[in-house]
T-cell receptor, first 111, second 114 residues
Framework: KNQVEQSPQSLIILEGKNCTLQ??????????LRWYKQDTGRGPVSLTI?????NTKSNGRYTATLDADTKQSSLHITASQLSDSASYIC??????????FGTGTSLTVIP | DADVTQTPRNRITKTGKRIMLECSQT?????MYWYRQDPGLGLRLIYY???????NKGEISDGYSVSRQAQAKFSLSLESAIPNQTALYFC?????????????FGSGTRLTVV
């Protein structure tokens, strides 16, 4: 069964600290993996996309990693800011334009 | 202007009423989707359309219907709204470019059924 699991479900960190969010998947055949940021009451916005051959991708303070062998991805946020408070959703695409969503990690950054 | 526009942004309606949520896009994408989001459940697919003449049910289509009026427009209807349809609704588009397909989401419609 194609599934995407994210952990932790929620996370609270102090401003300026780093954090890492996890995504494990069983989707096959794999096409790509995206991390989305969703601000409260807004639509998800793509942060990074990685294909099978990529194992790291950065977007400013966001760095995503992908281990296609173990089917794991992580999103590392460096020097967190209050504006990083959001839900982060991992979406795995299977070949043929099939998408599988994780339930997200809710991140709260406190001053 | 946003690539994917949803209207209305917020709506409160009474049980039993018919309501339509609208979505339009300027991405030029053929594929359009309607999702609902509930706390703790993530995004769940209601309906999707791969072109103007194509309509497909998602995992939670009961109680909903859709219309793909044009490539750029995809509307979602609740024929007789019920309280458990209170949720955040998202329209999305995608373009099946090999290896790089992904969604562009609208800003969402918050629907409350009382």
């Amino acid at each position: 069964k194609n599934q995407v699991e994210q952990s932790p479900q929620s996370l609270i960190i102090l401003e300026g600290k780093n954090c890492t969010l996890q995504c494990n998947y069983t989707v096959s055949p794999f096409s790509n993996l995206r991390w989305y940021k969703q601000d409260t009451g807004r639509g998800p916005v793509s942060l990074t996309i990685m294909t099978f051959s990529e194992n790291t991708k950065s977007n400013g303070r966001y760095t995503a990693t992908l281990d296609a062998d173990t089917k794991q991805s992580s999103l590392h946020i460096t020097a967190s800011q209050l504006s990083d408070s959001a839900s982060y959703i991992c979406v795995v695409s299977a070949t043929g334009n099939q998408f599988y969503f994780g339930t997200g990690t809710s991140l709260t950054v406190i001053p | 202007d946003a690539d994917v526009t949803q209207t209305p942004r917020n709506r409160i309606t009474k049980t039993g009423k018919r309501i339509m949520l609208e979505c339009s896009q300027t991405k030029g994408h053929d594929r359009m989707y309607w999702y609902r989001q509930d706390p703790g459940l993530g995004l769940r697919l209601i309906y999707y359309s791969f072109d103007v003449k194509d309509i497909n049910k998602g995992e939670i289509s009961d109680g909903y219907s859709v219309s793909r009026q044009a490539q750029a427009k995809f509307s979602l209807s609740l024929e007789s709204a019920i309280p458990n349809q209170t949720a955040l609704y998202f329209c999305a588009t995608s373009e099946p470019k090999t290896g790089l397909d992904g969604y562009t989401f609208g800003s969402g419609t918050r629907l409350t059924v009382v």
